[in-house]
């Protein structure tokens, strides 16, 4: 918005060029007031905190791969050396499913959607389950993933991945703000510690984000550290968080990483948390 009005400014008289400039500063101004958080002059809004114990950590890892992407080999380094205990991969037809299939086939737990879309999605962990559904939240069909996983401690959570369609032409951003905001109402009535990743196709100031946050009572440790950019992994200039991790404030953080680029679009986006019987106690208070 504020090249646009600088742009437009131009072929005008100088009369007119003063209010247009105006214009352009208000807008940086407003948005520098909205990425400000995403900077590491901002205050964080969860500490990094080590689990209890090394036992008590949970690796969570979210990976769009694009359908397009024939690094299969690349991606399963990455997922052998960061071995995470849940694991949400979006994007994934049969050429993926089949090249990951050895690896998968590790994990107790596996629900997928195989689509030739760019839609599909995987869900595995390792950890102890008491429920994994797949689901359509906008009634379209891009799924999500909601389930109730038990952590090292004991401890029950939620976890839900989401890939909501991007606003592209032929797609409004009303299915992806349905999307998003359904899954926010997931967990807002929900009295067990939640965590939510996945790509947003939506980035992490934006109106439907913040709502998001509200509606679950959720925290997001991109905040005070960086915008840590997400998408696109080739173009350095031009890179935007939209791979989002979201947590509720019974979930502690050990750390948060963007990892190295294997071929897609988007960075993978890896996270340790732990739920521990005193986290939530503390926070109970």
Known sequence: MALLALFVSLPFTVSLKPL????FVAVTVYQGLQIFPYT???QTEIDIAPAPSPDEEMTLLSVNVLMENERHDDLIAILQRENPDVLLLMETDEA???ALSNLLSRYPTVEAHIADDHYGLIFATRLQTARVEMLWPAGDDTPAIRAVLTSASGVDFNFIGLHPRPPVPGNTTEVRDKQIKDA???TQ???RPTVVMGDF???AWSWTTKRFKDYGDLLEPRVGRGMISSFHADYPVMRLPIDQIFMTKDV???SFRRLENFGSDHFPMATTVFVAQDKRA???D
């Open 20 to 23: 247009l400039s105006t214009v």
């Open 40 to 42: 590491p002059l901002a």
């Open 96 to 98: 993926w499913n089949t």
């Open 184 to 186: 926010a109402l997931m």
């Open 189 to 191: 009535s929900s009295e």
């Open 201 to 203: 196709n939506d980035v």
């Open 252 to 254: 502690g953080l050990v």
């Open 282 to 284: 503390d926070n109970a």
